[in-house]
């Protein structure tokens, strides 16, 4: 590449009917300040495209940390959303489970005391029964002893004070025990005088 230096020494050959050398001297010299000038604006240009290049690669470096970071950023989110999804399903199965067991508890405890409701009230219906046949065939002896069509002899005999005290005890369910009255009478005095009045 030709320098302005190289156009203002540049030296003609002379011949008889050459250009005038003042002028020749005076184009070379414009021509170099020219071409001088124009260097110095390619150096500025060359200088700023070097330096826009060099700011486009960082600025690309940048994009290409600033890309890999949201892609990562994007993944460690895709994996927390997945692993706070998993958490709440196995929460959500965990807490499915033990209402289930509650509830299973709650219908066994229901049924439970269901069956014990029923079996007082079948005891309670057996009892009822039981007294009032109790009360009824008493009813009937004392209607008998007001009658006195009975004997005095039966007011005494062991077997009918055996069967009374038998129904009293089928009726209240009475067992002999440590607690038992001595006679083998449950449930205090009151049965002991209904037996005895028998």
Same mark, same amino acid.
């Given at each position: 590449?030709?320098?302005?230096?190289?156009?203002?020494?540049?030296?003609?050959?002379?011949?008889?009917?050459?250009?005038?050398?003042?002028?020749?001297?005076?184009?070379?010299?414009?021509?170099?300040?020219?071409?001088?000038?124009?260097?110095?604006?390619?150096?500025?240009?060359?200088?700023?495209?070097?330096?826009?290049?060099?700011?486009?690669?960082?600025?690309?470096?940048?994009? +290409?940390?600033?890309?890999?970071? *949201? *892609?990562?950023?994007? +993944?460690?989110?895709?994996? /927390?959303?997945?692993?706070?999804?998993?958490?709440?399903?196995?929460?959500?199965?965990?807490?499915?489970?033990?209402?289930?067991?509650?509830?299973?508890?709650?219908? %066994?405890?229901?049924?439970?005391?269901?069956?014990?409701?029923?079996?007082?009230?079948?005891?309670?219906?057996?009892? *009822?029964?039981?007294? /009032?046949?109790?009360?009824?065939? +008493?009813? %009937?002896?004392?209607?008998?002893?007001?009658?006195? %069509? *009975?004997?005095?002899?039966?007011?005494?005999?062991?077997?009918?004070?055996?069967?009374?005290?038998?129904?009293?005890?089928?009726?209240?369910?009475?067992?002999?025990?440590?607690? %038992?009255?001595?006679?083998?009478?449950?449930?205090?005095?009151?049965?002991?005088?209904?037996?005895?009045?028998?």
């Amino acid at each position: 590449m030709i320098t302005p230096i190289e156009i203002r020494r540049q030296v003609f050959r002379k011949s008889l009917r050459g250009y005038d050398p003042d002028e020749v001297r005076g184009f070379l010299n414009s021509l170099s300040e020219e071409w001088e000038q124009q260097q110095s604006a390619y150096r500025a240009l060359k200088e700023a495209h070097d330096r826009m290049e060099a700011n486009y690669n960082s600025l690309k470096e940048v994009e +290409q940390m600033l890309h890999k970071t *949201l *892609l990562q950023a994007e +993944q460690s989110s895709k994996n /927390t959303m997945e692993n706070a999804r998993q958490k709440a399903e196995l929460k959500l199965r965990e807490a499915d489970g033990k209402a289930r067991e509650l509830v299973r508890r709650g219908i %066994d405890e229901r049924n439970r005391v269901e069956g014990e409701i029923a079996e007082l009230n079948d005891r309670r219906e057996e009892i *009822l029964l039981q007294l /009032t046949l109790f009360l009824k065939s +008493q009813l %009937d002896r004392l209607k008998s002893f007001e009658r006195k %069509d *009975l004997p005095a002899a039966l007011l005494t005999e062991k077997p009918m004070r055996d069967s009374a005290k038998e129904a009293l005890d089928n009726l209240f369910g009475a067992k002999n025990t440590e607690d %038992d009255d001595p006679n083998g009478h449950v449930g205090g005095s009151f049965f002991d005088d209904i037996v005895n009045e028998l």
